[in-house]
């Protein structure tokens, strides 16, 4: 079995290249020294159709998942990251703070 499939990514990213959201999640995360796995959608329609429902209808790239919970897109990281919520997402904390509930993510 290939190592990489052997491994649990605790972040998941739907991404396509040539976007600027997805661009700035990855830097976000990197910035902090955290791995992930990236599901390039671009080219799949199948992932494609995995990440919206996954994603509860949201179509938009990235969409961000954090030990299988749905963060939302780059706004919705940022937040977390901002509001010092995202220490308790990846710790898996059941009082970890819903990304929807942060804060105006309108004005990321
Ligand atoms: N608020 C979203 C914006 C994401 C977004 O607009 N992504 C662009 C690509 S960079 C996209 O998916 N555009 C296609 C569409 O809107 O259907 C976020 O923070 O991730």
Redesign the pocket.
């Given at each position: 079995m290939p190592i990489k499939s052997q491994l649990a990514f605790m972040i998941v990213l739907y991404t396509?290249k040539?976007?600027?959201?997805?661009s700035?999640?990855k830097r976000l995360l990197a910035k902090k020294g955290l791995v992930f796995e990236e599901i390039d959608v671009g080219f799949d329609s199948a992932k494609r159709v995995e990440m919206t429902q996954r994603a509860g209808g949201m179509?938009?790239?990235?969409?961000?998942f954090i030990h299988d919970r749905h963060v939302?897109?780059?706004?919705?990281?940022?937040a977390l990251d901002r509001d010092n919520q995202l220490e308790a997402w990846l710790a898996n904390d059941p009082a970890a703070l819903p990304s929807d509930t942060l804060g105006d993510?309108?004005e990321?």
């Open positions: 396509t040539f976007c600027g959201f997805c700035a999640a179509r938009t790239v990235p969409q961000i939302g897109g780059y706004n919705e990281l940022a993510l309108s990321q």
